[in-house]
């Protein structure tokens, strides 16, 4: 089975923090992705990776980098916290074999900005 | 602009009905569709649909995907409490970012 896991399960920071979510999965997949889950709006795509060391942006990358020096590796940094980034935030990985990919998510974690 | 609508928003029910939830799409470049239940925590995978007309079937749970009319609809009869969860459709465009929708909340009453 997929295992794909993340840091933390619940984070609570102060605006102007420096935040560091990381996210592995043991699987060797190529793909791994950011989302943040918030009511009303959904699954958002925050970056996306398709390889050690690429990036993409998503839908809402502003107020996040992202790192990915190892394949099993995907950090979401967020340099300056901020009280509209409380969210919850799902790391995903896929196989990355075309367009049967399948996402497998991570247990998530819930940021709390203060 | 791509676009995936989920309906209805939330759905109550009693243990035992058979519900239908929909999602339609507006895409460019459709690959597949793709359904996620998620409880408490994170999405968990249900079905792929890449070909119309081709039910997908799980237990209590099926689904069906129209490329032509452009939506999929997941079914699950004889509902029980542990089916209560957001159900989330979502578009696979490019092999790699998934668009979802805002999902459909189901509740099940005993």
């Known amino acids: 089975d997929v295992k794909v896991t993340q840091s933390s399960r619940y984070l609570v920071k102060r605006t102007g923090e420096k935040v560091f979510l990381e996210c592995v999965q043991d699987?060797?997949?190529?793909?791994m992705f950011w989302y943040r889950q918030d009511p009303g709006l959904g699954l958002r795509l925050i970056y996306f990776?398709?390889?050690?060391?690429?990036?993409e942006k998503g839908d809402i990358p502003e107020g996040y980098s992202v790192s990915r020096e190892k394949k099993e590796r995907f950090s979401l940094i967020l340099e300056s916290a901020s009280t509209n980034q409380t969210s919850m935030y799902l790391c995903?990985?896929?196989?990355?074999?075309?367009?049967?990919?399948?996402?497998?998510f991570g247990p998530g974690t819930r940021l709390t900005v203060l | 602009e791509d676009k995936v609508v989920q309906s209805p928003l939330s759905l109550v029910v009693h243990e035992g009905d058979t519900v239908t939830l929909n999602c339609s799409y507006e895409v460019t470049n459709f690959r597949s569709l793709l359904w996620y239940k998620q409880e408490k925590k994170a999405p968990t995978f249900l079905f792929m649909l890449t070909s119309s007309g081709i039910e997908k079937k799980s237990g209590r749970l099926s689904s069906i995907l129209d490329k032509k009319e452009l939506f999929s609809i997941l079914n699950i009869t004889a509902t029980q409490t542990g089916d209560s969860a957001v159900y989330l459709c979502?578009?696979?465009?490019?092999?790699?970012?998934?668009?979802f929708g805002k999902g459909t909340t189901l509740s099940v009453s005993s």
């Open positions: 990776s398709y390889d050690v060391k690429m990036k």
């Open positions: 699987m060797d997949h190529e793909n």
């Open positions: 995903a990985s896929s196989l990355g074999q075309g367009h049967t990919d399948t996402q497998y």
């Open positions: 979502a578009l696979n465009q490019a092999g790699t970012a998934l668009i």
